[in-house]
């Protein structure tokens, strides 16, 4: 990858509808370059789609809560994650080092509906939780630096 793939995957990362012109644009090449490139990264399956940015609020899902949950010893973690995925407000869960096996993104209606969530997620891991509910977002899905 070099410097041209970098800039087309960061401003699809701000917007995965951004035009292949505006892109061009800000890169300083012809939009068929671009439209190459982008065909090139998926192919090559760096770019495996796009998202669209959500206002959680207005659909009626403003508490986001991060939830750490140890799983049982008798269930592989990738069993564990697959029953987490049937409950729909579930919409990240991650295996990580530490004093928890998995790390639960949610997003609920209101505090209520978390503890509803809660005694869901502990039917699926029935171990320790812990619930962190979020306050403020301040940025989120932010790309790394690509270079270097």
Avoid at 84 to 92: G, H
């Amino acid at each position: 990858m070099d410097a041209l793939d970098h800039t087309i995957i960061a401003c699809l990362t701000e917007d995965g509808r951004m035009p292949y012109s505006r892109i061009a644009d800000e890169a300083g090449v012809a939009t068929t370059t671009v439209h190459q490139r982008v065909k090139r990264l998926t192919e090559r399956g760096i770019i495996l789609g796009t998202r669209v940015k959500v206002d959680w609020e207005a659909l009626g899902l403003p508490v986001t809560a991060v939830i750490s949950v140890t799983a049982p010893d008798d269930r592989p973690l990738k069993d564990v994650a697959e029953g987490l995925r049937s409950i729909p407000y579930v919409y990240s869960c991650y295996a990580v080092t530490g004093e928890f096996d998995l790390l639960v993104m949610v997003r609920a209606r209101s505090s209520n509906h978390l503890g509803d969530l809660l005694e869901e997620i502990r039917q699926h891991a029935p171990g320790r939780t812990r619930a962190i509910v979020v306050l403020a977002t301040y940025f989120e899905g932010r790309l790394p630096t690509l270079e270097g």
